[in-house]
C-alpha cells in the first residue's frame, strides 16, 4: 500500500515503511523531516 509519504534521502522501497496508526487519514502525507541531528548519521 503506498501512504504517499517520502523519505527525506534516497532509500529502498524495502527498508523505508511506515506503520499507520489509529488516527491516520488518507490526507497525511508527505516528506518524513527529521531533527538536524540525524542529518550525519
Known sequence: MNYEIASPFPVPEDVFMVKPL?????HHRGKVIYPAAFNNV
Open 22 to 26: 489509529s488516527g491516520y487519514s488518507k
